[in-house]
């Protein structure tokens, strides 16, 4: 599985981003993705996440109600869609993908087995 993730940039507060995560490879054996984001001096933290068949998602409270997950079967893609950005939510952004069946949507970066490389998202005050 590999995973190519791109979209971020430098925007304003209270402005929208989306995010893409380019899926291919053995995506059968995907159970679950998720997008994780490290500030510098702080742990990868996670953001959102969704199995892959579409019927689970699962939100961190700190962007709970402004970001929404997605996947696109056509570009067989996952997406962050980001509205209502604030400074603190600048960081590098990662998707990754987990192969094992879970209950649930892991949210620790280590129950994750495929990453994309990171793609900077930075929200000016």
């Known amino acids: 599985v590999q995973l190519v993730d791109f979209g971020g940039g430098l925007v304003q507060a209270g402005d929208s981003l989306r995010l893409s995560c380019a899926v291919s490879?053995?995506?059968?054996?995907?159970?679950?993705v998720a997008w994780f984001r490290q500030a510098p001096g702080n742990e990868r933290e996670f953001v959102a996440g969704?199995?892959?068949?579409?019927?689970?998602?699962y939100y961190a409270d700190s962007v709970k109600s402004r970001f929404t997950i997605s996947k696109d079967n056509d570009r067989t893609a996952v997406d962050l869609q980001m509205n209502t950005l604030k400074p603190e939510d600048t960081a590098t952004y990662y998707c990754?993908?987990?192969?094992?069946?879970?209950?649930?949507?892991?949210?620790?970066?280590?129950?994750?087995?495929?990453w994309g490389q990171g793609t900077q998202v930075t929200v000016s005050s």
């Open positions: 990754a993908a987990r192969a094992a069946v879970s209950e649930g949507i892991p949210n620790r970066d280590r129950d994750y087995d495929y």
């Open positions: 490879g053995r995506i059968f054996r995907i159970f679950a």
């Open positions: 969704m199995t892959w068949s579409g019927t689970s998602t």
